[in-house]
């Protein structure tokens, strides 16, 4: 074997250096050929020869990036310049100093991202206080909605991170929010309906059950908040000459809201016994001497939750009075009808709720008309061989008085609590098993019972 041996080798003219022949294999032992510097042959990427695992520097080595550099994909680059402009576009694993001493900042987040993105922002001069960032997040989600984030504490970080089309970018830390509810969401407003369980009707020439009471709020929510929620059940219904029972209460409550309670409908009377208060009153029973009308929370509570039943009457025949409604009195008996219940009315989803329940009668239906209870829910009485109603579920509607053979009253109509919130600011979280309702503006959350809401 032939051996050369020098300390250089160069070409004869220009600048290409040639080692064998096309075809030849050449070998070099125990040594590297290195260069002043290593360049990719396809103008930019540095492809691995044989699987997919390229390996930079050996153990011990210190791989180094030059100055102005950004090494892609793979890790944070801290930007050196500080951003000052009132806009600017950030870009994926990066992490920006922002400083607002003179003008408050809008930023825009890629408008397509990938999950494990990451990007961080920090109060460069203490200043997000008097000027404030705001997340400008070019149709992606943030926590899973379309709300703009805005921060404005002293000394504030945010550092996001993309989990997906579902949620978005999600803050690992932004720590300190103040003003826009914790975890940077503007505040907004919402509408809460809390309607409570309607009251049974009374048995035996029973008056009707009343309304659960009714109440409809502007709530401002901030993010983070936690709505608690309860909801009435209704009265269960009696029989053998006794007063019915009261519907259940139902409530929002918060430490960021106005708490709200709605008052369970009022039990209606029998023959000998008297009705209750409630949300709306029950209706008298059909007694001698007459037996007034429960009062209802109007006007004693504002706004009004409900109203008075009407007075049940003996005159030859027992005729229960009507159960109050949201909208109207319960009517009282007479000597040949029984007292209807109060009028409901329609709720912000179109749906008719809150009637009183009709008045019983201890005659047949041939000697005196029974009650009939008030549109949106409420119960139809009895009379002797007609059985009382019982009050719509989810309506709050109170139950029929019971008439004689059989005697029994119609429980009241369970309560719900419906929250009315924008599109735009729906969390989609929550516990419990609402109905949800998403239109074009507005998602209605429908709770038929205990649950909760997360902002």
């Not at 600048?15 to 040594?31: I, P, Y």
């Not at 109170?398 to 053979?405: A, E, S």
């Not at 419906?418 to 709770?447: C, E, K, M, Q, R």
Request: aromatic share 6%.
């Amino acid at each position: 074997m032939s051996e050369v041996k020098v300390n250089k080798v160069s070409p004869r003219s220009g600048t290409a250096l040639t080692v064998g022949d096309s075809g030849d294999t050449v070998t070099v032992t125990g040594n590297d050929i290195r260069s002043d510097a290593y360049k990719a042959s396809d103008g930019g990427n540095l492809v691995s020869q044989s699987g997919t695992t390229i390996t930079l520097g050996a153990s011990g080595d210190t791989v180094s990036v030059a100055s102005g550099a950004t090494l892609e994909g793979a890790g944070l680059a801290w930007q050196s310049s500080i951003v000052t402009a009132s806009t600017f576009s950030a870009a994926v694993n990066r992490g920006y100093w922002i400083n607002t001493t003179s003008n408050a900042c809008t930023i825009t987040l890629p408008g397509s991202a990938s999950v494990g993105d990451q990007i961080i922002f920090v109060d460069y001069a203490r200043n997000w206080g008097t000027n404030k960032i705001t997340i400008n997040t070019n149709s992606l989600k943030y926590q899973g909605s379309t709300v703009t984030p805005i921060y404005e504490v002293d000394g504030q970080s945010v550092n996001i991170v993309y989990s997906g089309a579902t949620k978005g970018w999600t803050p690992i830390s932004d720590d300190e929010v103040s003003g826009t509810g914790a975890g940077g969401f503007a505040d907004y407003t919402g509408i809460a309906e809390i309607v409570a369980g309607g009251g049974s009707g009374g048995s035996t020439s029973g008056g009707g059950g009343g309304a659960g009471g009714f109440q409809s709020s502007s709530q401002t929510f901030s993010s983070g908040d936690i709505i608690a929620i309860t909801v009435g059940a209704g009265g269960a219904s009696v029989t053998g000459n006794n007063v019915g029972n009261n519907g259940g209460t139902s409530s929002i409550t918060s430490s960021g809201i106005t708490d709200v309670t709605s008052a369970g409908g009022g039990a209606g009377g029998f023959y000998n016994g008297n009705s209750t208060a409630g949300g709306s009153g029950g209706g008298g029973g059909g007694g001698s001497p007459a037996k007034s009308g429960g009062s209802g929370n109007s006007p004693s509570t504002s706004p009004s939750q409900g109203n008075n039943g009407g007075s049940g009457v003996f005159s030859g025949k027992r005729t229960g009075g009507g159960g109050g409604g949201i909208s109207a009195v319960g009517t009282n008996g007479s000597g040949s009808a029984n007292g209807n219940g109060g009028a409901g009315k329609i709720n912000a989803s179109g749906v008719p709720v809150c009637g009183g329940g009709g008045g019983g009668s201890n005659t047949p239906v041939a000697d005196t008309t029974p009650g009939t209870g008030g549109t949106g829910g409420g119960g139809n009485a009895g009379s002797t061989g007609v059985n009382a109603i019982s009050g719509t579920a989810g309506t709050g509607g109170g139950g029929g008085g019971g008439g004689d053979t059989p005697d029994s009253s119609g429980s009241g109509g369970r309560g719900y609590v419906a929250l009315i919130i924008p599109v735009a600011s729906y969390s989609g979280s929550y516990n419990g098993f609402p109905n949800i309702d998403i239109g074009s503006t507005n998602v209605t959350l429908t709770f038929s019972g205990t649950g909760s809401y997360i902002v």
